[in-house]
């Protein structure tokens, strides 16, 4: 990925490269989904329940036991996330691949709206543009394959609500990054997450349990790289970055699924799906933050935050 901030600013550096492997993370999900012998809801379910133990160690080492106490905010970053993944699969089932993906995309319009009407914060002219690159670029990625038809609206319904749900998750956790580390966020978030899609995998699938080793193996990697590594992530980034440019580096998550089918799934990319993804760099580099603003105020995260700050410290004094 380009540069897309200044050498002088290491926290925020640090902040959007871990979100961007975090979005390249999120978008291997796809992969593994497919790879799973068990049902679209069970597999959601897996996702975060396979992901308990590791972030459980996780905020244990970070944070102790505090880390297990719930907090308010966190509990509705669980519920939000379980929305999202809830009507993710409801669009897939309703409605093409395409749709459902060009849909739940336009979750960064919700925040940015979110941000700008509720939070009062400031977008600029290049943070606009940025936003409007970055959707050109998902849909080019779909492609052609994109189409509208009356009996997909209920689907196509569901891919909408996707994107409000992941936007209420995405500013949950960056709210509750204020007061807690990113462990102990994902862990409680995580928890009630599993704790939700639990009950509606009961409700909604025959049968919890995958049939083969294989299948198995998949939903460990789903837990492993897309929960453990893509989510956690994210909340690691988010308390370094502004949540308006955070929400267009997971426009990433839609370019790291083209080409991971491309180089795994043997899908070929287009020059079309080339195009979006140069756009969606192209929106990258218009909106980046510039040196000088404000991060958001976060409890950081050591040792990692930590040092970003002591090299900020550093390099101010000339060291």
């Not at 809801?41 to 102790?64: D, K």
């Not at 509720?118 to 994109?146: P, Y």
């Not at 700050?309 to 390099?315: D, I, K, L, M, Q």
């Amino acid at each position: 990925m380009p540069c897309v901030t200044s050498p002088s600013s290491p926290r925020l550096a640090l902040g959007i490269a871990t979100l961007t492997l975090g979005a390249l993370a999120m978008g291997a999900s796809v992969l593994f989904v497919r790879q799973a012998d068990v049902g679209p809801f069970a597999s959601a379910f897996w996702r975060v329940a396979l992901a308990l133990p590791v972030l459980a160690a996780w905020a244990a080492l970070a944070e102790g036991r505090a880390a297990f106490r719930p907090d308010r905010t966190s509990l509705l970053a669980g519920a939000f996330f379980a929305g999202d993944l809830i009507f993710w699969h409801l669009a897939i089932l309703g409605t093409t691949v395409a749709n459902a993906t060009v849909l739940a995309t336009t979750s960064p319009v919700w925040i940015t709206a979110f941000a700008v009407l509720v939070l009062r914060q400031k977008v600029s002219r290049a943070g606009w543009c940025g936003l409007g690159l970055c959707i050109l670029g998902a849909l080019a990625l779909v492609g052609r394959s994109w189409q509208f038809d009356p009996a997909h609206l209920p689907g196509d319904a569901s891919g909408l609500v996707t994107a409000m749900f992941f936007a209420g998750y995405f500013l949950a956790v960056s709210r509750a990054r204020v007061s807690r580390g990113a462990a102990a966020v994902m862990l409680v978030s995580t928890a009630a997450t599993a704790a939700i899609l639990f009950a509606v995998a009961l409700l909604a699938e025959p049968t919890l349990w995958p049939a083969s080793a294989k299948g198995a193996a998949a939903l460990v990697a789903l837990a492993l790289v897309a929960q453990v590594g893509g989510q956690g992530l994210m909340a690691v980034g988010l308390a370094s970055v502004p949540p308006a440019f955070g929400a267009l580096v997971f426009f990433l998550e839609v370019v790291s699924a083209a080409v991971l089918g491309a180089l795994l799934l043997h899908e070929p990319i287009t020059a079309l799906q080339a195009l979006g993804g140069l756009l969606i760099l192209g929106g990258l580099v218009v909106a980046r933050p510039r040196p000088g603003e404000a991060p958001p105020r976060s409890r950081p995260d050591q040792p990692a935050e930590g040092a970003a700050t002591e090299a900020g410290r550093s390099a101010e004094n000339g060291h």
